[in-house]
Structure formats: C-alpha cells, structure tokens
C-alpha cells in the first residue's frame, strides 16, 4: 500500500520538531513520520492534501486553504527533485532526493520562501 504524500512535506518532515497547529496535528505527524521511517513505505506523491494533512486545520474539505503557496512549494520541490505529481517511489528515495537536491545544494530559502516553519528549518540545516 502506498501513502499519499505532497512533494514539500519530505522537507517539512525532517525538520519537524512537535510544533505545528494544534495536539491533534502534532500527534498526527509524529505517528506518520515514525511509520515512514520504520517502515519505508512506498508514497505516492500527490498536488493536494495528503495523510500529513488530515489533522491540520488548514485542511478545509481535503483543499487546504493555503493552495496556492503550498502548490508553488510543492512545484519547485518537484522541480529540484525531478519528480512528478503520480511517481511512486520509496520513502527512503524521497527523502534522499529532497535531501540531496534541495537542503544538500543549499536551496532551501529558494523553495520554502513562502513558508511560516522556514527559520526553524533553516536553522536546523545549518547544523
């Protein structure tokens, strides 16, 4: 079975330190980033929300009312990564591609400009 999962979330993912929008979103996160690295799933990479977004209050009818600055994340995220909205591929892969294409070659700042969570994650890749 494949997980559901937005491009720029293989970012937020190794960042995330139980901050966010409220217990239910934190909890949430925390029990799918522990599944993803226990057992390396397959995800599906999706445009839309996806099992990460299920518990956050942006989440408004599976759209999330950020769209459109989160499309344009996800977009440069696919972009770096060579990627596509509909690959399949293992966790493990994802996350080493973000990694590599994006945090590793220092283009962060470029693809989550527009993001609330970019100083903590800044600061974290900078260690």
Known sequence: MSLSLRPHHALCIR???GKGYS?????HMTSVIEALQCDDPTVTLCGGCDILCAECPHNKGSVCDHDEKVHEIDERTLELTGLSVGDVL???EL???AYDSI???GRLKEVCRDCRWLNICT???ER
């Not at 217990?23 to 909890?27: D, G, N, R, Y």
């Open 15 to 17: 960042f995330f330190e």
């Open 23 to 27: 217990e239910a979103f934190i909890l």
């Open 90 to 92: 293992p966790w493990h």
């Open 95 to 97: 996350y080493t591609r």
């Open 103 to 105: 945090i590793k070659a």
């Open 123 to 125: 600061t974290k890749s």
